[in-house]
């Protein structure tokens, strides 16, 4: 499904991604983690092209961009490439003078060229999927962090991509918001919905994640499964992220 070969990016002189290779099959949720300034964030924004690679081969689905310094790609195949994925942000980035609804709406209108018939209906699908229907008519002040996060959600949902990234998507949220968004992307992930996943919920990585990804300074140390990474791993890395990381649970 999602396939990176060699995938090198660099802001000035600061090499952020040094060679990631990353296979996630259809209908599996990879989450990524690792300590901040690792490469995560980036790695992810790579996917969806918000930030360009500098080398590499990035295949999704049944399109593949192969990137170089000499290579300049169409916007027309970046758009076309894009279109395949929806990215849920770590603050929402919902339109403020928009209701729920019509935030759902918007995308589908002017990227999909919906009728506003047909993103009315989408959009109170997707609604009622991540428990909001009755907030359509709300604007994003009058929602909790949790609920405009769902809201990012169904937005992202309601363009029908191949695949979900999410950033951080509960790293904004207050402690008690935080199980609801979860439990979303729980239900997502029992559809078999395509996701990738940065996170800091371990606990959450471990109970949904067919793959998880650990990242140390833009390259990945280790993947497998939960069991293999957070029960099993001899790599000294993950242990000592590990056990700092539940140190401070």
Known sequence: MIHLNQIYKKFGSMEVLKGI?????????????????????????C???????????????KKTLEFSEKKKQKYSDVSEFRKQTG???QNYNLFPHLTALQNVMEGQIIVKKRTKQEAYKMALLQLEKVGLKDR???????????????????????????V?????????????LVGEVLKVMKDLA??????????????????VA?????????VVM???????????????????????VQATV
Request: glycine letters at 10%.
């Open 136 to 162: 359509a008519d709300m604007y994003p002040s009058q929602l909790s962090g949790g609920q405009q996060q769902r809201i990012g959600i169904a937005r992202a949902m309601a363009m029908e991509p191949e």
């Open 47 to 61: 996917m969806n092209l918000l930030e360009t690679p500098d080398k590499g081969i990035i295949s999704l689905g």
């Open 87 to 89: 990215m849920v942000f």
């Open 210 to 218: 067919d793959l998880v990804v650990f990242m140390d300074q833009g």
């Open 21 to 45: 290779d990353l296979t996630i099959e259809k209908g599996k949720t990879a989450v990524i983690i690792g300590p901040s300034g690792s490469g995560k964030t980036t790695l992810l924004r």
């Open 164 to 176: 979900l990234l999410f950033d951080e998507p509960t790293s904004a949220l207050d402690p008690e």
């Open 222 to 244: 280790e993947k497998g499964t939960p069991a293999e990474v957070f029960d099993n791993t001899k790599n000294e890395r993950t242990l000592q992220f590990l056990n700092k």
């Open 190 to 207: 029992n559809e078999g919905m395509t996701m990738v996943i940065v996170s800091h919920e371990m606990q959450f990585a471990r109970d």
